[in-house]
């Protein structure tokens, strides 16, 4: 291999990125980079629920299929994205199309079909996603109103069942220093072992901003998370910036890519670093964040930005 990944396995580290299937399909520039630079992929939307089951007892697994087949012919892992969320959800997944009783069973239900689709087939499982809210409270959902906060023990309980040997992740974003939502975490993770429940990695999404910097208790944090037993993942970095560019921005950013993946490299088990998606061409971050972009390590014309060879020179 060459690229990344090359490095990357030479540091005992998996590095990836989060795929566009349609980019993957019809951009052979784009397909032969995620192939080139990456040794583990994560679906950026076909694994979520609205997607593998449009309507109630319908399954479409075909794209999140073929991204498996991908990784598989191109010797990459691949982190599913995601099992629990507020977000994304099928349009049939109501609270007043079903009682609580009801909803938690189709909760179960969902796990544990599309856990047991992949088994085996799956490196990580982001089981629960972006459960807190930034101050530490619990976020509000059709799961917590319904269920209360017992579904993520569930959710957990659930997955493993499924396929015992998946590493089971809790993930979300804002929480890569010591603050309110991570000390959340880390309260939630000390109950939930002391519960026996099977969870296994804490998942920090990574999306910076140059304008907001990087906490720097970022490694502080992941030990924190290991030292319960917990392996630690980036699992969807990107560094945005106020448009228009400029090198100084472009200079924050590749500090923001490094200093992530420094910590990563510093701590014990922190096991995968990924991009949420690798260049301006497809990243979700112009359509969310107003005026804001060019968040990735390469540009729409799949050439790369200094924070590509800030990247591979940390590696
Ligand atoms: C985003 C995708 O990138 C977009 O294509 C989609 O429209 C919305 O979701 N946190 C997550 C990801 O956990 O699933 C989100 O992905 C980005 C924020």
Not at 44 to 52: F, G, I, S
Not at 149 to 158: I, K, L, N, S
Not at 175 to 203: C, F, I, M, R, T
Not at 207 to 220: E, I, N, S
């Amino acid at each position: 291999p060459t690229g990344l990944r090359a490095l990357a396995d030479r540091a005992d580290l998996r590095i990836g990125t989060a795929v566009d299937m349609a980019a993957l399909a019809d951009d052979d520039a784009y397909r032969a980079a995620v192939a080139r630079e990456f040794n583990t992929v994560t679906a950026e939307n076909v694994m979520k629920w609205e997607a593998t089951e449009p309507q109630q007892g319908v399954h479409d697994w075909a794209a999140a299929d073929r991204l498996v087949d991908f990784a598989r012919a191109n010797r990459q892992k691949v982190r599913g994205h995601t099992l629990v969320w507020h977000n994304q959800n099928p349009a049939w997944v109501t609270e007043e199309a079903f009682t609580p009783a009801q909803l938690r069973a189709v909760l179960r239900r969902h796990i544990i079909d599309e856990v047991t689709h992949f088994r085996g087939k799956i490196w990580h499982w982001d089981v629960v996603n972006e459960i807190f809210n930034d101050d530490g409270t619990w976020r509000d959902s059709i799961w917590l109103r319904n269920l209360g906060p017992g579904y993520v023990a569930d959710a957990f309980r659930w997955a493993h069942q499924a396929d015992p040997k998946v590493k089971l992740f809790l993930n979300d974003y804002n929480n890569e220093g010591v603050n309110a939502k991570s000390d959340a975490y880390y309260e939630l993770v000390k109950q939930l072992k002391a519960q026996g429940v099977p969870v296994h990695g804490y998942g920090v999404q990574g999306h910076l901003a140059v304008q907001y910097g990087v906490p720097a208790d970022t490694l502080t944090n992941l030990r924190r998370f290991e030292k319960l037993g917990l392996q630690t993942a980036f699992t969807e970095v990107d560094v945005r910036m106020p448009l228009p560019a400029d090198p100084i921005k472009i200079q924050a950013q590749a500090q923001g890519f490094t200093a992530l993946l420094q910590a990563c490299l510093l701590a014990d088990r922190c096991v995968s670093y990924t991009l949420w998606g690798f260049t301006d061409r497809y990243s979700w971050v112009p359509g969310v964040f107003d005026g804001e972009g060019s968040a990735t390590p390469y540009d729409e014309n799949l050439s790369p930005k200094p924070a590509y060879a800030a990247l591979r020179d940390t590696l």
